[in-house]
């Protein structure tokens, strides 16, 4: 049973640089062919793809958030980590991490972490 956890802080002032970290366990994050996934949903909005780190080590961004996010991971751990750069209040949300597999073009998942609210705010 593959299970992910976010961890990170909760409070992050704006301009600053948001670092969350998921840990996976029951699994390995270099396994073919999985997509080590971060995900969003602002308050009151729905879930917002923020980008993945592949089974390879290669890495995709959403093209409207890519400018300002890293992707990372530290495979002796069995954790990838998010860096967004420059947050504003509009960053606010429960954050997620989730295990992706493609079936044709669509990009599904099938674990995910409980998420994580992440407030920027003064």
């Known amino acids: 049973q593959v299970q992910l956890q976010e961890s990170g802080p909760g409070l992050v002032k704006p301009s600053q640089t948001l670092s969350l970290t998921c840990t996976v366990s029951g699994g390995s994050i270099t396994t073919n062919y999985y997509y080590w996934t971060w995900i969003r949903q602002p308050p009151g909005k729905g879930l917002e793809w923020i980008g993945y780190?592949?089974?390879?080590?290669?890495?995709y961004y959403s093209p409207s958030l890519t400018s300002r996010t890293s992707i990372s991971r530290d495979t002796s751990k069995k954790q990838f980590t998010l860096q967004l750069r420059s947050v504003t209040p509009a960053d606010t949300a429960v954050y997620y991490c989730a295990r992706g597999e493609y079936s044709g073009s669509y990009l599904n998942f099938d674990y995910w972490g409980q998420g994580t609210q992440v407030t920027v705010s003064t």
């Open positions: 780190i592949a089974y390879s080590g290669s890495t």
